[in-house]
């Protein structure tokens, strides 16, 4: 994101429209739990009611929990469903996907998806 500019391009859009933000950028490409919750406290503590996830599957997939988990600092697994298939509830800060591959059959949860 940072080498080819894309991080900077979203931070300029943010700018330009007089949002703030913050990023965090620890993610790594098999996510962990300790960085996924250090996400969230960081989002709590600076008070951000949007998460953006810029890149690919690990980076959404940890932007999905963090914006869960900043909501109310639990750990992630009480937000998954009984069922046991990953479903996640809807209770989540606002957040959106910048991805920067294309996975096919991607699966999309809370309701998003790119209508181009």
């Given at each position: 994101m940072k080498k080819y500019g894309y991080l900077d391009r979203v931070i300029s859009y943010l700018r330009d429209n007089d949002t703030q933000?913050?990023?965090?950028d620890k993610i790594l490409p098999n996510p962990i739990l300790e960085h996924v919750t250090e996400g969230a406290e960081l989002a709590?503590?600076?008070?951000?009611?949007?998460v953006v996830?810029?890149?690919?599957?690990?980076?959404?997939?940890s932007q999905k929990s963090i914006a869960m988990m900043a909501k109310k600092l639990v750990n992630i697994g009480l937000y998954v469903d009984s069922t046991a298939k990953g479903r996640i509830l809807r209770k989540a800060r606002y957040q959106c996907s910048y991805p920067t591959t294309l996975g096919q059959e991607q699966k999309q949860t809370l309701d998003c998806h790119n209508q181009n």
């Open positions: 933000s913050i990023v965090f709590k503590q600076e008070s951000c009611d949007f996830g810029c890149g690919g599957g690990a980076v959404i997939d």
